[in-house]
């Protein structure tokens, strides 16, 4: 086969153009720091680079559920605590009359005592998280609770947020579950204990305002036992925490190791093909120099 001097021309110049991409890639990599810059790099790595990055983006958004969860959780336990004070005082209101009084001024003190500590577990119950009631269940842009009445306003449900891959954990408790009595914390309407006990102490009922004061200790139960369950759900959130940040770590590592460039070889790599580049382009001059008079 005849090589003809057009051949060997193409030839150098295909040979210069695989040089000058194979520069232009290098020098790309050392001022992006990444060994991949678009998937036709290396399509099957940039697959796995965009897989570890989705479940990047899921993990901050865990992460991000988390920090709005135990937000939720730690309001919830500083009204849980503000309403376990509010107990073990009317507690002890209730039992310096428990007998009852025939001093008419010792029992309307007592009775306004226990009127006041009941509104200010209403507002408890009121609690808000921004603009949100954090005891009303899904109704939580309404107070649950009034101070005219016993009822509650709200839902019977726990908002949720999910920490990881279909889980979810709670972080509300439902007021009525709480403060009614109607969940697994207890059986004691809360409120409905106070009035009874007010009216009994207004009516100088002994018997009454004794029964009605063994339910205020089963309510100091139904409070810490809502605490504990606070508690349990915390530990749970710092866990999946932990948890999700250290995958997230782990990910960051792998994903850093598979696009980061090694310096220190790229640049001998550059280095090199520079020099080979120019030795090509130096070899190639040479070739378009010939004419037919070089061959004469």
Known sequence: MRITPGMTSDNALYNLQKGRTLLNRL???????????????????????????SKLDKGDQYLSNITKGNLSLSMTETALQGMADIISQAKETVGTITSGSSDQTVRDNAASQLTELKKQLVDLGNTQLGDQYIFAG???????????????????DEVSIEIEQNSTAA?????????KGTGSYGSVDIFDTLDAIIAAINSN???????????????????????SDIAGRMIRLDSAETMIESTQSTLKGIISDTMGVDYIEAATELTQQQ????????????ITQLSLLDYL
Request: proline letters at 4%; glycine letters at 4%.
């Open 138 to 156: 899904f109704k939580s842009s309404t107070p649950p609770f009034s101070k005219s009445d016993n009822a509650y306003a709200g839902t019977s």
């Open 205 to 227: 009922n002994s018997d009454d305002i004794q029964s009605n004061a063994a339910k205020l200790d089963s309510s100091s139960n139904q409070i810490t036992n809502a605490r």
């Open 27 to 53: 020098e790309e990599q050392i001022a992006s720091g990444s060994v991949i810059n678009r998937p036709s790099d290396d399509p099957i790595t940039t697959r796995q680079l965009l897989d570890m990055d």
């Open 275 to 286: 020099s080979a580049f120019e030795a090509a382009l130096s070899a190639t001059a040479k």
């Open 171 to 179: 972080i509300t408790i439902a007021g009525d579950s709480l403060l």
